[in-house]
């Protein structure tokens, strides 16, 4: 039975049982990153105290929120809350609770500071090098004795959470789902990178549809790239002999795979730097963002001599189909046989 006294009882209580339930909000304390010693921050974050502030400067004008209500996240809270995932590759609610954050903000975070280091691409992943190509050459020459090297290039797959869409072209030879990534680089430096393709896809395929390799047909570069026996031999692209003869074949391949272990160290540094590489849980689109922002952020991290945790090379041997070599591509690599081995 109603009150006659109330005009609207019912609203009265409603009002009355939500106050009693209402929580008072907690602001949880943001850390000051800058504050912890050297050691802590590498374990976390993969950089000094320098380099973060670094990076925040570059970045500032694209993460930096346009409205300070909410108790809005600096610049530097955004930068470290992405760094700290893309170091350790967790959930994000667990990074949330290490950085006294919710999971959505962390989602937002990586997303907004990845998006930022993508326009950084141009200018920090460029072929052949930051530095003059002849140096480039010489530093190549040095390791066994090839000429005129420019690069080494290698694929890697990046595990990823099966998508919702086209789930079966993202299932590797391997059997699990991946993005295949297309590196190229020149002293631990990436100076080469595709990664939009899935996981099925070869790697011949991925080279033989990239702008490096139309760059290198047009003629634009006077060298050559290494690469293994899943690419096909071309002019520009040597591989190993398949069946090397004693002589000048056999120490061809093996200078071949001393100088080629160098893409594969860079790619174990880059997985060992950022553990998220171990494992993307988000889509292929924001998965291919993300391993573009480590390795903008890799290139960032070897030019201003950062540490790197120890490297692991867990990829095994190749075993996917062999493609056909060029005949052009046979006859390049038999003349640096002869000539130099």
């Not at 049982?17 to 921050?41: G, K």
């Not at 998508?163 to 990534?181: C, G, L, M, Q, T």
């Not at 071949?256 to 292929?284: D, N, W, Y």
Request: hydrophobic share 40%; proline share 7%.
């Amino acid at each position: 039975m109603d009150c006659p006294f109330i005009r609207n009882p019912i609203d009265v209580e409603a009002v009355i049982i939500c106050n009693a339930l209402r929580r008072e909000r907690i602001f949880r304390p943001r850390l000051d990153i800058l504050s912890f010693p050297e050691e802590y921050l590498f374990e976390r974050y993969r950089f000094s105290s320098a380099t973060i502030i670094y990076l925040n400067h570059i970045l500032r004008p694209y993460i930096t929120n346009l409205t300070h209500r909410g108790r809005a996240l600096t610049s530097e809270q955004t930068l470290s809350i992405a760094l700290r995932f893309f170091a350790n590759g967790s959930f994000l609610y667990n990074i949330g609770d290490a950085e006294h954050i919710g999971k959505a903000t962390v989602c937002r975070a990586v997303r907004k500071v990845s998006l930022a280091l993508k326009r950084l691409l141009p200018v920090m992943v460029v072929f052949p090098g930051h530095k003059p190509v002849r140096n480039i050459k010489e530093e190549f020459h040095r390791i066994a004795g090839l000429p005129n090297v420019m690069g080494c290039v290698d694929g890697t797959q990046i595990p990823i959470t099966a998508p919702a869409e086209n789930e079966a072209d993202y299932v590797n030879r391997k059997s699990f789902h991946s993005i295949n990534v297309q590196i190229c680089d020149a002293a631990y430096i990436v100076t080469n990178v595709e990664a939009k393709w899935p996981g099925s896809v070869h790697d011949s395929r991925i080279y033989r549809e990239c702008r490096l390799s139309n760059r290198f047909a047009r003629g634009e570069f006077d060298g050559y790239l290494l690469g293994d026996r899943g690419y096909p031999c071309q002019p520009s692209l040597l591989t190993p002999y398949p069946d090397p003869e004693l002589g000048p074949q056999q120490r061809f391949n093996v200078a071949h795979c001393r100088t080629r272990a160098q893409v594969e160290m860079t790619i174990g540094i880059l997985k060992s730097r950022f553990q998220c590489l171990q494992k993307l849980r988000v889509t292929p689109e924001r998965a291919c963002d993300i391993i573009v922002a480590c390795v903008v952020l890799h290139n960032i991290a070897i030019i201003r001599g950062e540490q790197h945790p120890a490297i692991q090379i867990n990829d095994p041997a190749d075993d996917h189909p062999i493609p056909a070599d060029v005949q052009d591509g046979r006859a390049a690599r038999d003349l640096i046989a002869r000539n130099y081995f």
